[in-house]
């Protein structure tokens, strides 16, 4: 197990990286490589303890110890630490240290230090006597910190000293916290509540149309078989709901949606773009050969104006109206999307050389960099000059990244912004856990206000983010842990439904344990055993083979399935 050291300005305070292991069946990480035997625990372990801050900004902590040793673990959520030495033998008396740890990425530039858990490295903090610390939640989710100490609980080894008194400990927590602010002010440009749009602060440089290609294939089968994949729902949304409400919340006011010819149903769905105060065209992709052909499907509705390209299958969290500023600002010909990803092989990729994107490779054997070109896209009319010239490739697709290729080797002004909230759709049902967890995390829950339509009956508890539809009933003994969202006429009853679980419109779960899952509309679960990391489709039954005879295990299950018990 490989461990990472990484040191700090104060003696004794040391951050230590433990390399986290993921596969199908989640992830695993090794908090003491070596086990007690690890340098980090030479004083050995008397207890564990754990601290869990709930809410926002607000300190947790906040003491330090004559005599214990500690080692911290963040186990949910993304928080400021900040430490101050104590310890005037030391060294370094009086010098302070900040740094952000947990899950989330926060995006913006806070000059302080960030190590966020990406499905590699789980942050460990080794903290000496006489070092001060204390945390703050910078997000919304709850943060559960974990901690071993050397010594057997004392309550007189404490010096509970107040945050207030640490020297530089507010200052440095309100710069980051007055950055957040600024930015989650800027994220949301033109907030959408009950149909009405509430303008804040930032603006447009131009007004500019956008496009989405949302044609119906079996890409997302089994569930794409019967319904437009873009129609699949993710935090109780329809998947193509969140690229339209970035736009419309970033002030875009035109969108053309492009399907195929038998798209009635998406058309249905979404609608003329009224609910959001928008318009709303569709535009008839008569050839399903890639991006490319999807573009050149559109060139009369944008008719040779500069245009965004915001594929229906993407959800980022990021202020579009910065984009197109700056792409006017700069007077660009095309702005690019960058996320790091782990393995780009499944992207197009792009070379970087002195901060300028040279090629860029579909979906490259190796890669020459770990950026995906992600899903969202501003092009001039050189687009489809782009798409005059170049040739379909051996998977049958007009390609996107030849697209961008000519914008390069014509010497056309191709630039490029680096984003970290990203989620694609790749066509794989463990795919949807990934976007039903993401929309969860960072976009169903952003907005300050009232979730819970439904009722709670009796001793039925509802813990976290929780959003429940009108006419839904929670009785019984049932337990709800979010981020959760629940549909519509739902009825749960003596069930427990855990974290990252999106359950749709008029489903029943009797006797039930779920978590980490998607269940789609009309959906019946009655049974005991319990169900994680699953995609359940529309009008699906899971019953328990212990109340039927023959008893056994009864599946009805078509192509492109899995199951496992």
Not at 6 to 18: E, F, M, R, S, V
Not at 520 to 529: G, Q
């Amino acid at each position: 197990m490989k461990i990472k050291h990484i040191k700090t300005p104060i003696a004794g305070l040391n951050l230590y990286l433990n390399k986290v292991v993921s596969d199908e069946r989640g992830s695993y990480c090794d908090m003491a490589p070596g086990g007690t035997e690890n340098e980090l625990y030479a004083d050995g372990i008397k207890h564990i303890h754990a601290s869990i801050a709930t809410k926002k900004f607000i300190p947790r902590g906040g003491h330090y110890h004559y005599k214990l040793k500690e080692n911290f673990f963040t186990l949910s959520g993304t928080a400021l630490w900040f430490f101050y030495d104590f310890d005037k033998n030391s060294p370094t008396f009086g010098e302070s240290f900040a740094i952000i740890l947990g899950h989330d990425k926060l995006g913006i530039d806070v000059d302080v230090p960030e190590c966020t858990i990406y499905k590699n490295y789980a942050a460990q903090i080794s903290i000496s006597p006489s070092v001060y610390h204390v945390f703050w939640p910078l997000t919304d989710i709850e943060t559960v910190v974990a901690g071993t100490g050397s010594l057997d609980f004392d309550a007189e080894d404490y010096e509970r000293t107040k945050v207030e008194d640490v020297p530089g400990a507010i200052a440095a927590f309100e710069e980051v916290k007055n950055k957040i602010l600024e930015n989650e002010k800027q994220l949301s440009s033109i907030i959408i509540k009950d149909g009405e749009e509430v303008s804040t602060k930032t603006q447009l440089a131009r007004k500019i149309k956008a496009i989405i290609p949302a044609a119906k294939n079996n890409q997302q089968r089994p569930f794409s078989h019967t319904i437009n994949k873009h129609l699949i729902p993710l935090g109780g949304k329809p998947m193509i709901f969140y690229p339209i409400e970035n736009l419309v919340n970033s002030g875009i006011d035109q969108i053309g949606i492009i399907i195929s010819s038998h798209d009635a149903l998406l058309k249905q769905v979404v609608g003329d773009g009224s609910r959001w105060g928008i318009e709303i065209e569709y535009i008839v992709q008569k050839e399903l050969t890639g991006l490319g052909s999807a573009i050149m499907s559109a060139r009369d509705y944008i008719n040779n104006e500069p245009f965004i390209l915001y594929l229906g299958d993407n959800i980022i969290k990021h202020n579009i109206a910065e984009l197109v500023n700056r792409y006017f600002q700069e007077k660009l010909n095309a702005l690019l999307m960058l996320t790091k990803v782990e393995c780009p092989q499944r992207f197009g990729v792009p070379e970087i050389k002195d901060g300028q994107i040279v090629s860029v490779e579909e979906r490259p054997m190796y890669p020459k960099s770990e950026f995906a070109v992600a899903g969202v896209y501003i092009y001039d009319k050189n687009a489809f000059l782009a798409m005059d010239s170049i040739k379909i490739s051996d998977r049958g697709q007009y390609e996107i990244s030849d697209i961008h290729n000519y914008y390069i080797n014509s010497n056309l002004k191709l630039d490029y912004q680096e984003i970290d909230k990203w989620w694609k759709d790749r066509g794989k049902p463990e795919d949807l856990l990934e976007g039903n967890k993401f929309v969860l995390q960072n976009c169903v829950f952003e907005k300050k206000q009232d979730f819970m339509a439904g009722e709670i009956v009796g001793n039925a508890k509802v813990e976290g983010n929780v959003k429940v539809g009108k006419g839904t009933r929670i009785i019984g003994k049932t337990l709800i842990r979010g981020p959760v969202s629940i549909g519509e006429g739902c009825l749960i009853k003596d069930s427990y439904i855990g974290p990252y679980t999106s359950i749709g419109n008029v489903s029943e779960l009797n006797g039930t344990e779920i978590e980490h899952s998607l269940v789609m509309d009309n959906v019946n679960i009655y049974t005991k055993e319990k169900i994680v990391n699953s995609v359940i489709g529309r009008n699906a039954s899971i019953v328990s083979g212990a109340e039927n005879l023959p008893r056994g295990r009864k599946v009805i299950i078509g192509e492109n399935s899995v199951i496992g018990w």
